[in-house]
């Protein structure tokens, strides 16, 4: 028989017992569905983080002050970067495209009768929009001259024009922070909200050195953290190891001292997150699998009844000259076939399944926007694991069908 005459046998056979069949491949259809999901949900998580990595800005390093350690006693931080440390690492490092200071602030907004709560109130400098790679929605970002004069000016994100001016124009607008007016020049283009749910447009931006004096009271030229934005990402490790070098000798650090800064790559943060995620990604797999392993039992379990109930079929075939090698063919395909519908319609399911749930997670979690991830890799593997599955577990018992004694199948009641 040839392979065609023989897969025609096996789908009529299984036509024969739809329900039976249908119940064999449930098995199948939940393992590979539960697969194809986790797989493709575990892509979108991992796509997630890596996107919003990329919205820290283009290949950005951040340098942080670091604590000391004396005595074996590990000493309360000391902010030890300045401003002047982010102009050197922009001037002197040729792997750096641009740099900014980063100064923390605190403060409630009031514009009229109007307060509200900034998630992050920051002063920076001229280049931030550049380390960031973000875009201006209206107006202007403020100028160098603004960080030298020390301006009271700032940029909003729509979060805060949305609580404080609802449908006004809010350029040219002053607000109030600690008491202190800042005029409104700018409104940075909406972002969303990150990974853990923090809105990323409720933030307000005012020249570094305001919010030093201004706000902090201080005439110091410390800053909290240095923004940094590597030329290309082909160049971050370059850039780092410069910044790393500029700053040992900046701070005068002696040999086998340690360093008063750390030096952070966003990149390795992001390829720790897509380590995790895939980890956590491969062990739903696995505990998913499990039901393939079930489902590869079950169809075992109804083909070895199939060859029981069709003994004599097997031992007339046999009698008009069917071989043991068309009896084996015969019922590994039909195992083969029930495992491939299975694996279809688990695909199917899957793909289907992570579908809705992004988009139910999407629907629940406003504005994080998880990427939606059909994973074909996944689908096609799912596929060709099914296909083995109903090799493994139908070899046995095609095996047992075609050794059986033609004569005594014949005598089967």
């Given at each position: ?90 001037n002197q490092c040729d792997a750096v495209l641009a740099s900014t200071p ?108 305001t919010v030093r004096k201004r706000l902090q009271g201080s005439s110091f ?193």
């Open positions: 028989m040839t392979i065609w005459d023989t897969f025609r046998v096996a789908i009529r056979a299984l036509r024969k017992n739809k329900m039976r069949a249908g119940l064999t491949v449930l098995g199948v259809v939940i393992g590979i569905a539960a697969v194809t999901t986790m797989v493709s949900i575990g892509q979108s998580a991992s796509a997630l983080v890596q996107n919003q990595f990329m919205a820290l800005g283009t290949n950005v390093i951040v340098v942080f002050p670091e604590s000391q350690q004396r005595g074996g006693v590990r000493q309360s931080l000391t902010v030890t970067l300045t401003a002047a440390d982010s102009r050197e690492i922009a980063l100064v923390g602030a605190q403060g409630q907004l009031i514009y009229g009768n109007t307060n509200w709560n900034a998630n992050e109130l920051s002063g920076v400098g001229a280049d931030y929009l550049l380390v960031r790679n973000w875009a201006m929605a209206a107006g202007d970002f403020f100028t160098e001259d603004d960080i030298k004069s020390g301006a009271k000016v700032c940029v909003i994100g729509h979060t805060v024009v949305t609580k404080l001016f609802q449908t006004a124009n809010p350029i040219d607008q002053v607000i109030r922070v600690k008491n202190v007016p800042f005029r409104v020049v700018g409104v940075l283009e909406k972002k969303g909200v990150d990974m853990v749910g923090n809105d990323r447009d409720n933030i307000v931006l005012m020249p570094y050195t030229d410390n800053v909290n953290a240095i923004l940094v934005s590597a030329v290309s990402p082909t160049r971050m490790n370059e850039a780092t190891k410069q910044i790393d070098q500029l700053l040992f000798e900046r701070h005068r650090i002696e040999p086998g001292k340690s360093k008063d800064f750390r030096v952070q790559d966003t990149t390795e943060i992001a390829q720790t997150f897509g380590i995790v995620t895939g980890v956590l990604t491969l062990m739903l797999s696995a505990i998913a699998g499990i039901s393939l392993l079930v489902g590869g039992v079950g169809i075992m379990n109804i083909m070895l009844v199939s060859v029981t109930e069709r003994t004599k079929e097997i031992g007339i075939r046999m009698a008009i000259g069917a071989s043991g090698r068309d009896i084996l063919n015969q019922f590994l395909v039909e195992a083969i076939v029930l495992s491939l519908i299975g694996g279809a319609i688990g695909v199917t399911l899957g793909t289907t399944a992570s579908v809705g749930a992004t988009l139910l997670i999407n629907y629940f979690n406003p504005g994080q926007d998880w990427p939606i991830v059909i994973s074909v890799q996944a689908a096609v593997i799912a596929l060709l694991f099914a296909g083995g599955v109903g090799v493994f577990f139908g070899y046995y018992p095609a095996r047992r069908a075609s050794r059986m004694d033609p004569i005594e199948a014949l005598r089967y009641e």
